[in-house]
């Protein structure tokens, strides 16, 4: 019905940068936000960063200041710069989209994950 497809993740040193990228496609009216959530080893999954198709953006307290959520609304694509990485952003970042579809309004999706590793 809608895929998300994430790319981008790996390993990456502290202090270093990483950006992703995700992809939407399939069976889409119009996406209603775009965004960032990230799950790390024994932690629940958590927001990291969210855009509207308005603009409006929301981050989590832990990556403002080093993470920027951007999208290209004409591609279905969202990304996010992360600057400054520390070890505590290691986790499986989730490409997460609210999308109406051709049949329903409003639904969640989300991509299979990309993991960040930030280590020396």
């Known amino acids: 019905q809608v895929q998300l497809v994430e790319s981008g993740g790996g390993l990456v040193q502290p202090g270093g940068s990483l950006r992703l990228t995700c992809a939407a496609s399939?069976?889409?009216?119009?996406?209603?936000?775009m965004g960032w959530y990230r799950q790390a080893p024994g932690n629940e999954r958590e927001l990291a960063a969210v855009?509207?198709?308005?603009?409006?953006?929301k981050y989590a307290d832990s990556v403002k200041d080093r993470f920027t959520v951007s999208r290209d609304n004409a591609k279905n694509m969202v990304y996010l710069q992360m600057t400054r990485l520390k070890p505590e952003d290691t986790a499986v970042y989730y490409c997460?989209?609210?999308?109406?579809?051709?049949?329903?309004?409003?639904?969640?999706?989300w991509g299979n994950g990309t993991l960040v590793t930030v280590s020396s």
């Open positions: 399939g069976s889409i009216f119009n996406i209603q936000a």
């Open positions: 855009m509207t198709t308005g603009g409006s953006t």
């Open positions: 997460y989209g609210l999308i109406a579809t051709m049949t329903h309004y409003g639904m969640n999706f």
